[in-house]
């Protein structure tokens, strides 16, 4: 079973940059993976924020930015302000019509 | 604008039935992938169930899979979820997406199921 790794909990000072990461268990994400970006605040629906790896959804800031460091896709918040501090999800594209998220980052804005 | 609306949900014994509702507008529902993505109390997002765009093709997480069935009517633009054997486990808010590019771009608001005697 393929689990995807999120930090469970990150902080972050305002106008400070962080960077969540989103892995595998076992391998590397690539594009192939098409990892995608979630904004939540807890009692809301999600807020897509980033697809394909790095196309920033419409409405989204710049200060938001996809990618992929290393072996895992990357969400970087530049400039981070306090509306910021949210639950955080990625998601990969598993194949053959599957899809699996990761565990959620809680990020803190302080 | 582009909308997505649950119904359907509410509280059902173990072993029990249920089917939701996603009534789609703003868009051309017929031409998009849809999923359903769950999210127990105070826990994270779990995919359940994808269909593409003209129903002919349907996945499920394994924890469904056998339970759950998805399907759409797409004169009504609807998309549905029929629930069945319900267990306690299933207790979740369930969200309907619309598929971008192999991601959710579009969420409905949830609709929340209770699985409980």
């Known amino acids: 079973q393929t689990v995807v790794t999120q930090e469970p909990s990150l902080s972050v000072s305002p106008g400070g940059t962080v960077t969540l990461t989103c892995g595998l268990s076992s391998g590397s994400v690539s594009t192939s993976y098409y990892p995608s970006w979630y904004q939540q605040i807890p009692g809301q629906a999600p807020r897509t924020l980033i697809y394909?790896?790095?196309i920033r959804s419409s409405g989204v800031p710049d200060r938001f930015s996809g990618s992929i460091l290393g072996n895992k896709a990357a969400l970087t918040i530049t400039g981070a302000q306090a509306d910021d501090e949210s639950d955080y999800h990625c998601?990969?594209?598993?194949?053959?019509?599957?899809?699996?998220f990761g565990g959620g980052t809680k990020l803190t804005v302080l | 604008d582009v909308q997505l609306v649950e119904s359907g949900g509410g509280l059902v014994q173990p072993g029990g039935s249920l089917r939701l509702p996603c009534a789609a507008s703003g868009f051309t529902f017929s031409s998009y992938w849809m999923h359903w993505v769950r999210q127990a109390p105070g826990k994270g997002l779990v995919w359940v169930s994808g269909?593409?765009?003209?129903?002919?093709?349907?996945s499920y997480a394994d924890s469904v899979k056998g339970r759950f069935t998805i399907s759409r009517d797409n004169a009504k633009n609807t998309l549905y979820l029929q629930m069945s054997s319900l267990r306690a486990e299933d207790t979740a808010v369930y969200y309907c997406?619309?598929?971008?590019?192999?991601?959710?771009?579009?969420w409905g608001q949830g609709t929340m199921v209770t699985v409980s005697s």
């Open positions: 998601v990969l594209y598993m194949g053959r019509g599957s899809w699996v």
């Open positions: 269909i593409n765009s003209d129903g002919s093709s349907t």
């Open positions: 997406a619309r598929d971008r590019s192999s991601a959710f771009d579009t």
């Open positions: 394909s790896t790095k």
